[in-house]
């Protein structure tokens, strides 16, 4: 199958550090390729892909620190179009700045939503752009736009080979926190339940500028305590050692998380987590096998001190079974037949509404196969 990837230009691909969408959109780009297919990727220069790269800009927005962030991705979403008849499907991750142009352009397209959606202007655009296929990352991720035209939920998947299982944690215990330094994520509860258990809570961390504020005000004099450690921003192979010889991560989180890549990646090193039970968390969790969902401070920190009752092995095993990037990969394909197949339909409809009269080929069992080998 011939697909276009469409990423954010805001961080590279995959992220040198912190960037949850661009990090999956490369685990998924990678893939495919391995599973055989012959994938573009639009995304900024200084991305790294064994998929063919094409690029609006030399480097991530973030890095560059360019004015103007929206320019780049006018330009991206107008090389997809010009290219638009050599793929089979494009997937976008690019949130919804390209509905209007794809309206238009008339290729099979796929929009998978990484952010939160309980926005108050966004039902007025989804009953807008009604046609749009859209994907979640979890069902609960929906909630705000059940009317949107949801074409399937794909969880995050994890290369198996990216995070190595730890079956025994270094002998000086910690509990971990990985994450933007922002209210929602809440690591001032973090903070309270590593105080209150006397366990070493490390930090790792990025403060982007819209959180600087907070930051100052309200974490970083809580990091004055004896044994809170803040580390900031750490990479994938830094993160390997970080998550796999903590007690647990602790995701106590404030808002309707679309997914928590976090979580999976702590269940790949073998390491529970303890997490609050909003957005995905039940989704992604299973309470007593992967770690604790927690309502309180006090039940986060009776959590762990239950965390031996989980265990590690089962931790791994849970992430190879459900969130790998195999399984990933195989989903998302299964969803571009779908909407490969969905618009031969709909054209062959259109044709005989138009000429009362059926121009598909007759006797012909439609299969995606046959739409992408004509």
């Known amino acids: 199958m011939r697909i276009a990837q469409v990423a954010p230009l805001y961080e590279s691909v995959p992220p040198a550090l912190y960037g949850g ?9 990678e893939e495919l390729v391995n599973q055989g297919h012959d994938v573009t ?16 800009c030399e480097r991530s927005l973030r890095l560059s ?13 107008d090389q997809v179009c010009e290219l638009a008849e050599e793929f089979d499907v494009v997937h976008f991750h690019t949130d919804y700045l390209h509905y209007a142009t794809t309206r238009r352009c008339g290729f099979v397209h796929l929009t998978t939503l990484h952010g939160r959606l309980d926005m108050p202007q966004l ?87 819209a959180d600087v504020e907070y930051y100052e005000r309200y974490i970083e004099p809580l990091i004055d305590e004896p044994g809170i ?12 050692d970080f998550l796999g010889n903590a007690m647990a991560l602790l995701f106590p989180i404030d808002w309707p998380e679309p997914f928590g890549l976090t979580m999976i990646e702590a269940m790949a090193c073998g390491t529970p987590v303890i997490a609050w039970p909003n957005g995905s968390v039940p989704e992604v969790l299973e309470a007593g096998k992967t770690g604790f969902i927690c309502r309180t401070v006090s039940e986060a920190v009776e959590a762990v001190d239950r965390i031996s009752e989980i265990s590690r092995e089962q931790c791994r095993r849970e992430f190879e079974t459900r969130f790998s990037a ?5 989903d998302y394909v299964r969803l571009y037949e779908r909407v490969i197949n969905d618009r031969f339909i709909n ?26 080998t004509g």
């Open 229 to 240: 450690e803040f580390i900031g921003e750490i990479n994938d192979i830094e993160k390997n």
């Open 65 to 77: 620190r360019t004015p103007d962030q929206l320019l780049p991705h006018i330009i991206m979403i």
């Open 123 to 209: 039902p007025d655009l989804y009953r807008h752009f009604n046609d749009v296929p859209l994907v979640s990352i979890s069902n609960s991720q929906r909630r705000p736009l059940r009317g949107a035209n949801w074409v399937g939920t794909v969880y995050h998947g994890l290369p198996d080979d990216l995070y190595s299982f730890t079956a025994k944690p270094n002998a000086e215990p910690y509990l971990a926190f990985v994450g933007r330094m922002s209210r929602e994520k809440r690591v001032d509860r973090a903070i309270k339940i590593a105080l209150a258990c006397g366990i070493e809570l490390r930090i790792a961390a990025k403060v982007d500028p």
């Open 347 to 372: 054209d062959s409809r259109r044709a005989k509404d138009e000429h009362g009269r059926d121009h598909s080929r007759p006797g012909k069992v439609l299969h995606p196969r046959d739409l992408l």
């Open 21 to 29: 969408t661009e990090r999956v959109v490369s685990y998924l780009t």
């Open 326 to 330: 195999r399984r990933m990969a195989q």
């Open 41 to 56: 990727l639009f995304a900024s220069g200084d991305s790294a892909t064994d998929a063919r790269l094409i690029s609006p």
